[in-house]
């Protein structure tokens, strides 16, 4: 089946910083990707999504690129702001799984002022 | 919005008692999961119903049934809960009301905080 596998955390930076947050992944076929957050006490959102190589999905100032070479999907973002501060999943569904999403283990980020 | 709603937000419970946690969602969609979340764990999925009465287990299913009576609700059940099964419970709907996800993925609920005493 599907596994993702990203960076342990926590992540802690300063507002304005820079934000990488990896993710790779193994799946049969080609798997569509997914980056999820979760604000404290609250269900995961649908950050940005990816469908098939060399995609890059962007929202809110993320972005992440679909590498099928190094199979990876790692999320990015220029300037950090402290209402960025969520745990972050990386996230694949693909047949392989019999399309149920496969989740990393998340990644909780903290962004100081 | 696919309105999803889980009841109860919040429980605590004994050891040994049953508990149901019910997820609601208005908007037709054929394909619904339950997952657990834990620290150092992720979303792991627990079962998932992909129609009325179709029900499968996922990877940590032991302790646990599910029902689908209607489309609309889905039904998780801890049968006899134990410590090890306190934790937040999420359902999730497939954003494609008949597809099972691919490329739009699933729309999550608020989440139940779930407590084992």
């Known amino acids: 089946g599907d596994s993702v596998t990203q960076m342990e955390g926590p992540v802690t930076l300063s507002e304005e910083a820079f934000l990488t947050i990896n993710c790779t992944y193994t799946?049969?076929?080609?798997?569509?990707l997914f980056w999820y957050v979760q604000y404290p006490g609250e269900g995961l959102q649908l950050l940005l999504k990816a469908t098939k190589a060399d995609d890059k999905g962007s929202n809110k100032g993320f972005e992440a690129t679909y590498r099928k070479e190094t199979t990876s999907f790692h999320l990015e973002k220029g300037s950090v702001q402290v209402s960025d501060s969520a745990v972050y999943f990386c996230a694949s569904i693909s047949g392989g799984s019999n399309y149920k999403l496969t989740f990393g283990k998340g990644t909780l980020l903290t962004v100081n002022p | 919005d696919a309105g999803i709603t889980q009841s109860p937000r919040h429980k605590v419970t004994e050891t040994g008692t049953p508990v149901t946690l019910r997820c609601h969602q208005t908007e037709n969609h054929r394909y619904m999961y339950w997952y657990r979340q834990d620290p150092g764990h992720g979303l792991r999925l627990i079962h998932y119903?992909?129609?009325?009465?179709?029900?499968d287990k996922g990877e940590v299913s032991d302790g646990y049934s599910v029902s689908r009576s209607k489309t609309e609700d889905f039904l998780l059940t801890l049968e006899s809960a134990t410590s090890s099964q306190t934790s937040v419970y999420f359902c999730a709907i497939s954003v494609s009301r008949q597809a099972p996800g691919g490329n739009y993925g699933y729309t999550f609920g608020s989440g139940t905080r779930l407590t084992v005493v």
């Open positions: 119903s992909y129609g009325v009465k179709d029900t």
């Open positions: 799946a049969t076929g080609y798997p569509s």
